[in-house]
T-cell receptor, first 113, second 112 residues
């Protein structure tokens, strides 16, 4: 089955700096890679996703890149703000098949004002 | 609200008791997932359904756990003879086929 590794487990940045979170996956058949943000005591919420037919996707201050050959994908947050502080999870799956969604172990991001 | 809903949101139970959680997915979603999450960890897969068929069940799941989705709509997750190690948040999620999954607010279980 799929295995997703995520690094770092914790990340502290100054407000306004950029943050990068990296994930690797094991199953070359995976073709859909969502990212979730989870605030304390709340549900994980989708913030951005990428499919294997593109290498990069942006949404305002958030971007995700995908390297299919190396089987890794990354989340980039620019101009970080205190409200970006949360736990971020990457995930991987094969969309269109019967593969379940497998999550990484999470990165706790702290943005210091 | 047409999101994923879970009930109850919080449950405190004594060790050895049975508990049942209910999940109502987004109406047009045919796939339903159950995950478990403990503090500081990512969602851990338990089981999932496509319509009423249970497609996979985690090997980590003991036989005290059972899930059903009898009519392909709502689902229940039952934990029998609860243990303190079962204390966690139980997350339900739904999707259309294998696409984006949307989570419910979760059901917090505390076993005392």
């Amino acid at each position: 089955g799929e295995n997703v590794e995520q690094h770092p487990s914790t990340l502290s940045v100054q407000e306004g700096d950029s943050a990068v979170i990296k994930c690797t996956y094991s199953d070359s058949a995976s073709n859909y890679f969502p990212w979730y943000k989870q605030e304390l005591g709340k549900r994980p919420q989708l913030i951005i996703d990428i499919r294997s037919n593109v290498g990069e996707k942006k949404d305002q201050r958030i971007a995700v890149t995908l390297n299919k050959t190396a089987k890794h994908f990354s989340l980039h947050i620019t101009e970080t703000q205190p409200e970006d502080s949360a736990v971020y999870f990457c995930a991987a799956t094969y969309s269109g098949g019967y593969q379940k969604v497998t999550f990484g172990t999470g990165t706790k991001l702290q943005v210091i004002p | 609200d047409t999101g994923v809903s879970q009930d109850p949101r919080h449950k405190i139970t004594k060790r050895g008791q049975n508990v049942t959680f209910r999940c109502d997915p987004i109406s047009e979603h045919n796939r339903l997932y159950w995950y478990r999450q403990t503090l500081g960890q990512g969602p851990e897969f338990l089981t999932y359904f496509q319509n009423e068929a249970q497609l996979e069940k985690s090997r980590l799941l003991s036989d005290r756990f059972s899930a059903e989705r009898p009519k392909g709509s709502f689902s229940t997750l039952e934990i029998q003879r609860t243990e303190q190690g079962d204390s966690a948040m139980y997350l339900c999620a739904s999707s259309l086929e294998g696409d984006t999954i949307y989570f419910g607010e979760g059901s917090w279980l505390t076993v005392v």
